[in-house]
């Protein structure tokens, strides 16, 4: 049957042509959001939508949506959206996001060019700074189209690099005009890479994802004194490094105690004045707590702070911290799980259920329409590292699930 399988070769080759796409002197891939190498990927991905005779839409937030709205859908308001993201990590892999939006446009494509005629509108969307790398917090601009971040706020928005979201995405050619949430989906389904080890350790081949951890981003800001890292005993120093190196034991130690599983990241770490022989004056870093149960989460952010005083006066510092993220776990929608283990045992393929443990963007769109995800296996669960890997024959099997449950979910009005 025609349109029964995606175009194998079409895919894989998009996903190699779009992670060639912003790597810099040393081979690194690093598409941080609105930045010149994001134009190149969003330039390359909206002339494959065109290609595909897509209406390309890009809304004030600079999400972008590749529309097909074929003759017997054209009343029907609610699109079945799929989506994710093409913005990366620094040195990122090249599935992260990619495979899920190339995946989209891929499954438009063969349902389109196999003569199938949806009820609804089917549309891919490649969300804006999901990463959160560039601009907290991360999966923004998918936040901002569920309603749950103002737009205008969201363009005020300082990088790490002191640049303004709103001038870069003007700046780049993606500051576009639609309202946010312009198109409430009937339904979202997010094809990922998993980013973890499970479903390669069981030999399982889709993760049928059926809720996904909570999520709490803060910075945190200790001064001390700087002084002269010979003549200074250790009983008269204000030493910001060292506190800060106790933070992150901390955090270790608590996350290996645990009765869920808490993780818990100090991923960029600044001392000023960052000298060999100066004892550190202040130490900047960001803390990464995640966990699947909200009361546990909470637990450890208060934890945490009941710490950090603690250390304040230990160390004889003084300690600051910024909420960057905060984002509940959520639940998906069971039907669309279901959907997708039918999807799987139909084609002879294995499946569980599973947690995400990293954020999505359907994490957010869950706010607005029924959702849910469906994982493929990652090579030794490595992710955000250019080792990120998964072989061909799981990214297509991934990607003709994601074209039944699209078919099923697009046949008739439920
Ligand atoms: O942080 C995350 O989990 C995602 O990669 N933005
Ligand atoms: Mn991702
Ligand atoms: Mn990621």
Request: proline share 6%.
């Given at each position: 049957m025609t349109g029964s399988s995606v175009n194998a070769k079409r895919l894989l080759g998009r996903l190699l042509e779009l992670g060639s796409i912003?790597?810099?002197?040393?081979?690194r891939l690093i598409r941080l959001a609105a930045s010149d190498t994001d134009k190149l990927g969003r330039d390359c991905l909206t002339s494959w939508m065109r290609e595909a005779g897509l209406e390309v839409a890009v809304d004030r937030i600079g999400n972008v949506f590749g529309i097909w709205t074929p003759s017997g859908a054209a009343g029907s308001t609610k699109p079945l959206m799929m989506g994710s993201h093409i913005d990366t990590v620094i040195n990122a892999g090249i599935f992260d996001g990619c495979y899920g939006v190339l995946s989209g446009l891929e499954v438009i494509e063969t349902l389109k060019t196999g003569g199938f005629d949806p009820v609804r509108p089917i549309v891919v969307g490649a969300f804006?700074?999901?990463?959160?790398?560039?601009?907290?917090?991360?999966m923004m601009g998918s936040l901002v189209y569920s309603g749950g971040l103002d737009v205008d706020e969201a363009l005020a928005t300082v990088g790490t690099d002191g640049s303004v979201l709103g001038d870069e995405l003007a700046r780049i050619g993606y500051a576009g005009t639609h309202e946010p949430g312009f198109m409430q989906p009937h339904a979202y389904v997010e094809l990922h890479i998993e980013q973890g080890p499970l479903l390669e350790r069981e030999g399982v081949a889709v993760g049928a994802v059926e809720n996904l951890q909570g999520i709490s981003w803060q910075k945190v800001t200790i001064e001390g004194d700087a002084n002269h890292a010979g003549t200074t005993p250790i009983s008269m120093r204000r030493d910001a490094g060292l506190a800060a190196a106790r933070v992150i034991t901390f955090l270790r130690e608590r996350a290996k105690a645990s009765i869920t599983p808490t993780v818990a990241t100090v991923g960029r770490m600044e001392f000023e004045p960052n000298a060999i022989n100066v004892i550190p004056s202040k130490a900047t870093f960001t803390v990464d707590l995640r966990d699947p149960d909200e009361d546990r989460l909470l637990a450890e952010e208060s934890a945490l702070a009941e710490y950090l005083n603690k250390l304040a006066a230990e160390e004889q510092v003084t300690i600051s911290t910024e909420r960057l993220a905060r984002f509940k776990p959520v639940a998906f929608n069971s039907n669309i799980v279901a959907a997708v283990e039918v999807a799987a045992a139909a084609r002879g393929l294995k499946s569980r259920r599973m947690t995400s443990g990293a954020g999505h963007d359907a994490q957010m769109i869950a706010r607005i329409a029924p959702s849910a995800m469906i994982f493929v296996p990652s090579i030794a669960g490595i992710s955000h590292n250019p080792k990120e890997h998964t072989p061909d024959a799981d990214l297509i099997a991934g990607a003709n699930i994601l074209l039944d449950v699209v078919r099923k979910l697009t046949a008739s009005e439920d």
């Open positions: 912003g790597r810099d002197d040393n081979g804006t700074n999901e990463e959160g790398v560039r601009y907290a917090p991360d």
